[in-house]
């Protein structure tokens, strides 16, 4: 059973405890259980919060790890061609997104039609690589 369940059966359990202390007449036993039950609706309210966190800090943790596997890869290399290659890797890859935030984007080819700005053309920030000199 999770958290969340429990905090809930417990706050079952004292709104029971609370129909009850309909019937006695005891003031110190009512505040004592109204205390009981604002805490246990708290807790819910943080290990709700607290879940958040952890789902939040879990992706992070999937998004490092991934750095570190591009990083564990090694370096780019940079070639005549104006580009980066990667050992192990087929293909041309932007230098621009690598140098920003080390990602690796592989170039598509430009339609014969627009080679006049590049062979290459970055898919995600649509730099162009490979123009020939005029």
């Given at each position: 059973?999770?958290?969340?369940?429990?905090?809930?059966?417990?706050?079952?359990?004292?709104?029971?405890?609370?129909?009850?202390?309909?019937?006695?007449?005891?003031?110190?036993?009512?505040?004592i259980l109204a205390?009981?039950?604002?805490?246990?609706?708290?807790?819910?309210?943080?290990?709700?919060?607290l879940k958040i966190k952890l789902a939040l800090a879990q992706e992070e943790i999937v998004r490092l790890k991934q750095v570190i596997e591009q990083?564990?890869?090694?370096?780019?290399?940079?070639?005549?061609?104006g580009v980066y290659t990667f050992e192990g890797e087929v293909g041309r890859f932007c230098t621009a997104c690598w140098d920003s935030d080390e990602r690796k984007m592989r170039l598509t080819d430009l339609a014969s039609e627009f080679?006049?700005?590049?062979?290459?053309?970055?898919?995600?920030?649509?730099?162009?690589y490979g123009?020939?000199?005029a």
């Open positions: 059973m999770d958290l969340m369940a429990l905090i809930q059966q417990a706050l079952e359990a004292s709104g029971k405890l609370r129909d009850l202390s309909k019937k006695l007449e005891d003031a110190d036993f009512k505040m205390d009981l039950h604002s805490a246990l609706a708290d807790a819910k309210l943080e290990s709700g919060e990083r564990d890869k090694g370096k780019p290399t940079y070639n005549s061609e080679r006049f700005v590049g062979q290459w053309e970055c898919p995600k920030c649509h730099a162009g123009a020939k000199d």
